[in-house]
């Protein structure tokens, strides 16, 4: 008898120790938070508990160079993942957009895929305590049908919503179509993170 597991779903994740980097773009976000009125009216009409620079600055790595130093490390961990994932690319994967979240407490971001992107991702920046994971959802959910649910002590590879909990310096990456939520942020502080796409 064998049993074999196919059509895997691979997460990426790497740890960046850099203190001045982290600190050096604690303030950046911050600073933007506080400045970007754009951005702040967006986040605000649209029920964003915090600030989003999503629909208001599109050149991050351009205008500070924190975020220049970062897009640079995001180049290779990304490289890496698209190796791993044995993509056929015809040249290398770009970064296509950058923006950074400031979550206040209570904060969530509902449930979303990344169309027209290969791999997206989350660089973590501050995580206060009790501020939550990311959950990931298996993208097979809506073809199971009649489909017992698992066992609580099933694998995580076996699980239909798997977190990951992140902490300041964290990478995960994943393929664009992985459908990904932010659970409510049920920390005192704020939680900051850095998102993107890779096309």
Do not use: C, Q
């Not at 982290?22 to 964003?48: I, N, P, T």
């Not at 970062?70 to 044995?86: G, M, Q, S, T, Y």
Request: net charge negative; aromatic share 10%.
């Amino acid at each position: 008898m064998a049993i074999r597991s196919l059509f895997v779903t691979r997460i990426y994740d790497a740890l960046v120790e850099d203190e001045t980097l982290l600190a050096e773009l604690d303030h950046s976000v911050r600073s933007f938070a506080a400045e970007d009125r754009a951005g702040k009216a967006w986040s605000k009409e649209k029920g964003y508990r915090g600030y989003t620079s999503y629909a208001s600055l599109n050149d991050l790595p351009a205008r500070d160079p924190a975020f220049a130093d970062l897009a640079k490390i995001l180049n290779r961990h990304v490289a890496r993942f698209a190796e791993d994932l044995h993509l056929d690319l015809g040249r290398k994967l770009r970064l296509d957009s950058l923006w950074v979240n400031l979550m206040k407490p209570g904060g969530t971001h509902s449930g979303h895929i990344h169309p027209h992107s290969t791999i997206s991702g989350t660089f973590y920046v501050a995580v206060p305590e009790g501020s939550g994971g990311l959950k990931f959802e298996d993208p097979r959910l809506p073809l199971m049908m009649a489909a017992p649910p698992r066992r609580p002590d099933a694998p995580e590879e076996d699980r239909a919503f798997v977190y990951a909990e992140p902490k300041p310096g964290m990478i995960l990456l994943w393929e664009s179509w992985l459908r990904h939520e932010v659970p409510p942020n049920g920390a005192k502080g704020d939680r900051i993170s850095i998102s993107f796409n890779y096309s």
